[in-house]
């Protein structure tokens, strides 16, 4: 008895918060109790689905009459148990501090001013902005802590690294450290561009590779060649992927389908693969980093694009089961999941009135800006995350919060 208590206690406790109950004690829920306060809630919330059919985030671009009339089953509450002030007392303890000893801290008030919260601003156009290589010396004076945030040292391939996510997060590997850069992409103009200047700009050993990562013969060539020109790679970051959207399913053409497929979740384990084989010959431990999305994990809303959101939610499995394999080599994988971000891939025209609804269902309310997978990359490329393997990061302005 005592071992079916906890469980129970657990799920009932989920389910008060989520029908507004009053907090229940510590005292333990049984069966019965827990079977009616299961279906109290389970009416309230289809009584909440059929009085708005729109998802919420829809509704708060029309207000409803709900959020006009707020309620409250806490109303019981009274204003003078909280505590609210104009000013909030601070104590610094710091070797400035004016007291003579440092335990003498310094005390001052700040002003509570809750309509001075700035709207969050995606950062300005990331295109422009200079490279700046983590320069050895620098490296050596950071704090330990610091020191794993970065990749010093590590060979770092990037496959769709000719733009786009993949391009900024190799901009960023090169940031935080990098000691050589292997683009691999389809597109040879724009790879040799983009490792052209990621070279001008950072001195770095930068080295372009066109190859299509559906053709697994190329892409593991490709993986000895930076083995020999630059060393063992530490790290992928697999960002090559395409996207078709607004195809209802009925009328999805198979070829597409499977092509679609083939560079997005094959491409995927190729190039892991090529990767994973090298650092297993090697006995090195390394770490892959899979670009899913969220539509892996969520149905995006209007556009119809079963086959993407399949792929990606294969790419997001294929991270886990590839996770669980190589762990015992020391090879940690796993995926970042963009939701929509500000690239190529979305600056369609056609796509103009569909970004309108996608802020509109973000709570940010706007599109990701092309580098703001950076530091989540950079975090997972470098040994700050060292016990972190399977995970599927999802950056998405809160969209999937909905
Ligand atoms: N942009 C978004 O909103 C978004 C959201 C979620 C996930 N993603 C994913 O992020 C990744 C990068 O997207 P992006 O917005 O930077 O796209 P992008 O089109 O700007 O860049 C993709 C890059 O991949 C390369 N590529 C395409 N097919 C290839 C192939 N078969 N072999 C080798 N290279 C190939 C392209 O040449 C290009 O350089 C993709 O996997 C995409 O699905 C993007």
């Known amino acids: 008895m005592q071992r079916l208590r906890a469980p129970i206690q657990q799920v009932g406790s989920t389910l008060l918060s989520r029908t507004s109950f009053p907090r229940a004690s510590s005292r333990p829920v049984f069966l019965p109790q827990l079977a009616a306060m299961a279906a109290v809630a389970r009416s309230a919330r289809l009584?909440?689905?059929?009085?708005?059919?729109?998802?919420?985030?829809?509704?708060?671009?029309?207000?409803?009459?709900?959020?006009?009339?707020?309620?409250?089953?806490?109303?019981?509450?009274?204003?003078?148990?909280?505590?609210?002030?104009?000013?909030?007392?601070?104590?610094?303890?710091?070797?400035?501090?004016?007291?003579?000893?440092?335990?003498?801290?310094?005390?001052?008030?700040?002003?509570?001013?809750?309509?001075?919260?700035?709207?969050?601003?995606?950062?300005?156009?990331?295109?422009?902005?200079?490279?700046?290589p983590l320069q050895d010396s620098l490296y050596h004076r950071l704090p330990r802590t610091l020191q794993k945030m970065t990749v010093h040292g590590k060979v770092i391939i990037v496959t769709g690294g000719a733009r786009g996510l993949g391009n900024h997060m190799a901009r960023a590997c090169a940031e935080a450290g990098a000691k050589a850069i292997a683009i691999f992409d389809a597109n040879q103009e724009l790879g040799e561009a983009a490792a052209a200047e990621l070279h001008q700009q950072t001195g770095l050993a930068v080295s372009f590779f066109r190859v299509d990562v559906r053709d697994g013969a190329a892409v593991e060539a490709a993986v000895q060649n930076v083995a020999d020109l630059h060393g063992v790679p530490d790290v992928l970051v697999n960002s090559a992927g395409i996207a078709d959207s607004n195809i209802p399913a009925e009328t999805y053409d198979a070829a597409m389908f499977r092509r679609l497929v083939d560079i997005n979740l094959t491409g995927s384990f190729l190039a892991a693969q090529a990767v994973g084989r090298a650092l297993i010959a090697a006995r090195r431990p390394g770490s892959i980093i899979l670009v899913a999305s969220m539509s892996g994990s969520v149905v995006n809303y209007p556009q119809e694009q079963s086959c993407y959101n399949a792929s990606k939610a294969g790419v997001v499995q294929l991270g886990r089961s590839l996770a669980a394999e190589w762990a015992k080599h020391g090879i940690r994988v796993n995926c970042i999941s963009p939701g929509y971000m500000d690239t190529a891939l979305n600056k369609v025209p056609a796509l103009d009135a569909q970004k309108k609804i996608w802020k509109s269902l973000t709570p940010q309310a706007r599109l990701g800006a092309a580098d703001e997978l950076n530091g989540l990359c950079v975090f997972l490329a470098s040994d700050a995350s060292s016990f972190m393997t399977g995970s599927n990061v999802i950056i998405d302005g809160g969209y999937t919060l909905y």
């Open 47 to 132: 009584a909440a689905r059929l009085s708005s059919p729109l998802r919420p985030a829809a509704r708060r671009a029309a207000p409803s009459a709900a959020r006009q009339a707020p309620f409250s089953l806490s109303a019981r509450h009274s204003k003078s148990s909280v505590i609210q002030g104009t000013e909030v007392p601070v104590s610094v303890y710091s070797p400035d501090a004016k007291g003579a000893a440092s335990s003498s801290p310094d005390h001052f008030s700040i002003p509570v001013n809750p309509a001075a919260v700035p709207a969050p601003e995606a950062s300005s156009d990331p295109e422009d902005a200079p490279i700046t």
